[in-house]
């Protein structure tokens, strides 16, 4: 079945700076792969999603990119602000047709 | 339009004894999903709906896990009996669905935080 790894685990920045989250997936017929935020005792919700047929998308602050040769996709989270920090989870959908997820990254905005 | 309903919120229960979860997906959505999320980690996948059958239960432990969705829209989720490990948080989504591919747009549920003592 897929596999997702995801790195960092724990990720600090200062408010302002950019974060940079990595994803790599194991199938290589996955063609869709989500971006999710938990905060602290809340429900995971969608940020940023990008299938197979694209490169990379942008939403404000936003971006996701997928190298399918490699198998890895990245989100991209400019201008840090405070309410960012977060657990964020990467996941993609293989050939099972189910939504695999990674481990997740905590990201911390320091002011 | 309203989100995933879930019910109860918080659970605690003995070793041993049962649970049951409830979830009343977004009106119209046709595939429903229970995720098991443990502390720390992503979430688990156990069960995937399509209307009132199931797409995918490989990773649900059916010596004491079931899932039901009779009617194609509301979806229960029971554990009996409990053990330790299952202490988690239950997530229940559910997708537009239509076809049972992936690609969709998953929403969650607020979520049961079960505690087995």
């Known amino acids: 079945g897929e596999n997702v790894e995801q790195h960092p685990s724990t990720l600090s920045v200062q408010e302002g700076d950019s974060a940079v989250i990595k994803c790599t997936y194991s199938d290589s017929a996955s063609n869709y792969f989500p971006w999710y935020k938990q905060e602290l005792g809340k429900r995971p919700q969608l940020i940023i999603d990008?299938?197979?047929?694209?490169g990379e998308k942008k939403d404000q602050r936003i971006a996701v990119t997928l190298n399918k040769t490699a198998k890895h996709f990245s989100l991209h989270i400019t201008e840090t602000q405070p309410e960012d920090s977060a657990v964020y989870f990467c996941?993609?959908?293989?050939?099972?047709?189910?939504?695999?997820f990674g481990t997740g990254t905590r990201l911390q905005v320091t002011l | 339009e309203a989100g995933v309903a879930q019910s109860p919120r918080y659970k605690i229960i003995e070793k041993r004894q049962s649970v049951a979860f409830w979830c009343n997906p977004i009106?119209?959505?046709?595939?429903l999903y229970w995720y098991q999320q443990i502390l720390g980690q992503g979430p688990k996948l156990l069960i995937q709906?399509?209307?009132?059958?199931?797409?995918?239960d490989s990773q649900l432990p059916k010596d004491r896990f079931s899932a039901e969705r009779l009617k194609g829209v509301d979806s229960t989720l029971k554990i009996q009996p409990a053990k330790l490990e299952d202490s988690a948080v239950y997530l229940c989504a559910s997708s537009r669905g239509g076809f049972a591919v992936g690609g969709e747009t998953q929403y969650f549920g607020p979520g049961t935080r079960l505690l087995v003592l």
């Open positions: 990008i299938r197979s047929n694209v």
């Open positions: 996941a993609a959908t293989g050939t099972a047709s189910k939504l695999t």
């Open positions: 009106s119209g959505h046709a595939t």
């Open positions: 709906f399509q209307n009132n059958g199931v797409v995918d």
